[in-house]
């Protein structure tokens, strides 16, 4: 897909007549071992499923700060550096509003990994993910990542927050538009 269709998907997307939701999700990479941090969420929602580190956008700040302000909040870990691999939209059933998902990738980061209150960080083989205490999307959009391929996609979600009704995944060029 090239850069102008991938921002008129953005904006179709992003005009499905609904609010957007901010958020950022960030898996820090060791490249060396080929490994990926994942937390384990203790509270809210996603409990009990293993995601990366992110939340919400908070108004005062770019997408990017977000990102990296979550990633401390809830591993410890500070990123100089972090690297967007893919833009996510899901839509729930019954719900009004729908969530934008910027996700990026970090290996440039420092300080020590601590469990916080919302997250339990653990250590992962990039290549065995444990898709089956992750969300239901996660194990469709990942071989993407391993490819090193930027990506948007979408996902509607039946009201059980957890059933996949539709997706779309496009693999993309860039990001920056
Ligand atoms: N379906 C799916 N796949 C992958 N990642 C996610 C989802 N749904 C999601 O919500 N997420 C990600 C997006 C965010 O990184 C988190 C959710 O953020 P949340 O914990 O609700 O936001 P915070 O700002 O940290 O919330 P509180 O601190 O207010 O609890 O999961």
């Given at each position: 897909m090239d850069n102008r269709s991938v921002a008129k998907y953005v904006e179709d997307a992003e005009h499905l007549e609904m609010p957007h939701r901010l958020f950022t999700l960030v898996f820090p990479i060791d490249p060396v071992n080929n490994c990926v941090l994942l937390g384990m969420k203790k509270r809210g929602f996603g409990k009990d499923k293993y995601n990366g580190f992110g939340g919400k956008v908070e108004p005062n700040e770019s997408i990017e700060s977000g990102a990296i302000r979550e990633l401390a909040e809830e591993s410890g870990l500070l990123a100089k550096r972090v690297d967007k691999c893919g833009l996510l939209f899901f839509y729930f059933e019954n719900d009004p509003v729908a969530m934008e998902v910027h996700v990026y990738l970090t290996s440039d980061f420092s300080g020590q990994v601590?469990?916080?209150?919302?997250?339990?960080?653990?250590?992962?083989?990039?290549?065995?993910?444990?898709?089956?205490?992750?969300w239901a999307d996660d194990s469709r959009w990942w071989p993407m990542v391993l490819k090193k391929q930027k990506f948007t996609a979408r996902f509607w979600f039946f009201s059980?927050?957890?059933?996949?009704?539709?997706?779309?995944?496009?693999p993309v060029k860039s990001l920056e538009f």
């Open positions: 601590i469990e916080t209150e919302e997250m339990a960080p653990e250590w992962y083989s990039a290549d065995k993910m444990p898709f089956e205490q992750m059980d927050m957890t059933t996949i009704t539709r997706e779309e995944i496009v």
